[in-house]
């Protein structure tokens, strides 16, 4: 058998990345899914597909994102030169934009009239009302009822971009209800639907379409460093809740000598149980049309995830990241709610950026991880949100009053 | 076809009717009631048992099963607890076929072996598993079949012809058509779509064709029954469960035996008018 040469060949046919991935969606679904892997096949295939994409993300996205020396944080942890690559910067506010622009522009190519999504913080949300708005389709964004509470600005601007936000009740009210009242309006609407999927998880081809629409992060990180510095960076940093910014960095750093690190939400520790470490502390299962690594009792049920940040609650994680765990290519760390507050200061006081708070928790990782570093080292740190739409979640956490209503 | 199913279905065949497969879900309302439940099942003239293993997110059911899962694990329902149900139901009523219905995950944390196993031992004839479709099904496939126990596969309104055989491939038991694409207990297909979905996979396969997604009624299980092998009822079972819990019902088992006995009714004579 021949030695395995590169680790960016997957998923296979199937679906599956070692034993991870796959199909496992009810039989209505099946055809969809099917359907929609073939319509991939065929835009990767065509040039025209490409040069689209390419123009919306330049031209409306504002891509490429700046790669960033961040000069007083550097000096300020003494260790490690870190470089942040900026995309808080995109439209929208985060790296979501990446993948709504290319399932979009797959679902026009379908054919279809309807556009549905799931959202958690509402970043994908936003960046999935937006495109809908641009395209001139309708849209509906499941959130749960909980997450559209802590969330409140997203909910208002899905809405000015004309999309419906129905509130999901069921179970915890986060990101994992959200995902299962989604999969039941696209079980129900199968002739006029597409769902766009927000992270690098689900049912097979959306973890490997989702990582190849924001593969462009790793992509551009990559050649900016290179001319920049001449060199590739020594380690890669980025937050994983269903993983779709990680995979987007690390994916073109998979064969390269670099370390590649993800960063869970081990919420009040993961001691207490109540975190979002599915990589860390979860067992594999089979959840939302993929085997991966779940936050799960022991009979199978699956366990509330928590954290801090609406963006990384969800009990599960993409297949690509479970595989990449298993074989060990990447190493996956967690940080606490309390930490990533902490790092979500320092970035704001050091260089002027409020961070997402899931990016906040890969800065925690990096503040922890760059003294320990040479001076000569790079470190490389995916700032995939902006913090505007934490605030109140922040301020809250610190003991903050913000305005009369609140 | 053997077993208690291929029976039940042979039986069936020669008393010319449909039978009435019903739907609960496993521990629903409580460990303590569950149990008379399935008894009403059969006293109110079920033909076969499917029994829901209770999972935290059943992502293609409706309101009614979502809430029936929920009370289940509410009341400490495990799959464990389950199959002990499935085994005293056996013991109870040794002829009934008994289908447990559900999705991967509780059967992957038990272990593919060890569920098949132990469901055998229990006297369980079949499973259908929700979100293994035949893609996914070399884990658990190989299991089932060792322990004797029927793989039931669900046919769609989107299984068109190109996809059928890959569904029927392994299939056993019966073919588990869903009448609508949507999620259990909502919307109701129209007569006409279900005759021709059911001449469709009966071209297909000679394994009984059950149907089943928003059948509520027994005027609507009569004209299924018309046309399938036997109608599948949940979600109207499983509200009425939940209803009569929430009112704190003297008799829950008597009223599931009641409303069962009308679908039943309406299933053993659909065919009386037109019968040769």
Redesign the interface.
Known sequence: MDKVNTYRGGPDEGGHFGIFGGRFVAETLMPLILEVERAYTEAQSDARFEAEFAYYLKHYAGRPSPLYFAERLTAGLGGARIFLKRDELNHTGAHKINNCVGQILLARRMGKTRIIAETGAGQHGVATATVAARFGLPCTIYMGARDMERQAPNVFRMKLLGAEVRPVTSGSQTLKDAMNEALRDWVTNVADTFYIIGTAAGPHPYPALVRDFQSVIGEEARAQLLAREGRLPDMCVAAVGGGSNAIGLFHPFLDDPVELVGVEAAGHGIETGAHAASLTAGRPGVLHGNKTFLLQDEDGQIRDAHSISAGLDYPGIGPEHAWLKAIGRVRYESVTDREALDAFRLLATTEGILPALEPAHALAFVARAAPAMGRDHILLMNLCGRGDKDIFTVAEALGEQLGAGR | MTGRLGATFQRLRQEGRAGLVTFVCGGDPSPDLAPAILDALVEGGADIVELGI???????D?PAI?AGNLRA?GAGV???RLLEDAAAFRARHPDVPLVLMG????????GAGAFAARAAAAGVDGAIL????P??SAELLPHLRAAGIHLI????????AA?LPR?LEGASGFLYH?AV???TG??SAADAEIAAAVQRLRAATDLPVAVGFGVRTPEQAAAVARHADAVVVGSAIVDLVGAAHARQANDLPGEVAQFVAGLAGAVRHARVPVAA
Request: hydrophobic content about 45%; proline content about 12%; glycine content about 4%.
């Open positions: 209770p999972f935290t997110d059943p992502m293609a409706g979502q694990l495990s799959l464990a999705y991967l995950n509780p059967l992957l944390a038990m929700v979100d293994m479709p893609e996914e596969r669900l046919a769609t309104p989107t299984t068109d996809r569904v869903v694409a949507g999620v909502a919307n």
